[in-house]
């Protein structure tokens, strides 16, 4: 299980707390919001906009919440203007991040990523001091018992993906950015719902992390994640099963 795999696994985890709290919908909200404000809001033109959605309604998202979020971003409604920042920087162990937030305050932002950075270990890097390590890629995670293997990926095949394999009892389908929309598409058209669908920064050389360094990074993962402007984190760390199981537990 690759390193971004083992993260995403833990946010699903994480997930039904996010969204007792109103993380998770703020942070579909902000998304919403700022992909009607960049390409209008009609989702059929808007592909951001399309795949916001998208996460929202699997996330039980009233409609009320998105036409309000979609109307704020095209203008019709006031609201709070966000802009999109990532931030750059190291771990322990030398690992890499790569923070993506939407803010109102970028000073505020900046401040409280370095505030979590420096307090779990890490440095805050210079802009392109590490984004060259990843890859923007669509990364769709399937159950296993969701449909055949064979009909699987002849649909996510057709429908443009790059490659699929079995991890743990998911199927994770990789995408290239442009393609992502027509395979999730594809595949709600054959009755099939993602377990998480997300256009993710993919480390093209990950870092082997042991011993210690498993809890620290972990933690730092998760006050970033825990920063209310943040909307993604992705690293190049590398655990191995039985280090991650043991962090988990």
């Known amino acids: 299980m690759s390193g971004h795999s083992k993260w995403a696994t833990i946010k699903r985890s994480k997930g039904k707390a996010d969204a007792a709290r109103g ?6 909200i902000r998304e919403i919001t700022i992909a009607a404000r960049m390409g209008g809001g009609d989702p059929d033109a808007n592909p951001r906009l399309r795949s916001a959605i998208s996460s929202a309604r699997a996330a039980n998202m009233p409609n009320k919440n998105m036409e309000t979020a979609i109307q704020k971003g095209t203008g019709q409604l006031e609201g709070v203007t966000y802009e999109e920042v ?4 190291y771990g322990p162990g030398g690992i890499a991040v790569m923070i993506e937030c939407l803010t109102d305050n970028r000073n505020r932002t900046v401040a409280e990523v370095r505030h979590a950075l420096t307090k779990h270990g890490g440095n805050l890097g210079q802009s392109n001091s590490v984004a060259w390590m990843f890859k923007s890629k669509g990364i769709i995670r399937i159950a296993k018992d969701a449909m055949a293997e064979d009909a699987l990926m002849e649909v996510v ?25 027509d395979v999730r598409a594809a595949l709600g058209k054959v009755g099939v719902e993602p377990a998480s ?7 093209d050389n990950p870092v082997k992390v042991e ?20 909307q993604n984190v992705f690293a190049n760390y590398d655990i191995s099963d039985e280090d991650m199981e043991q962090f988990a537990g």
């Open 157 to 181: 095949l057709e429908a443009g993906a790059e490659d699929m394999q079995l991890d743990g009892d998911e199927y994770e389908v990789s995408t290239a950015p442009e393609s992502f929309e």
């Open 197 to 203: 669908a997300e256009l993710a920064k993919i480390p």
């Open 23 to 28: 993380k998770l919908f703020n942070r579909l």
């Open 86 to 89: 990532t931030f750059e920087g």
């Open 211 to 230: 011993g210690d360094n498993v809890g620290k990074v972990m933690r730092l993962m998760e006050a970033l994640d825990d920063l209310d402007d943040t």
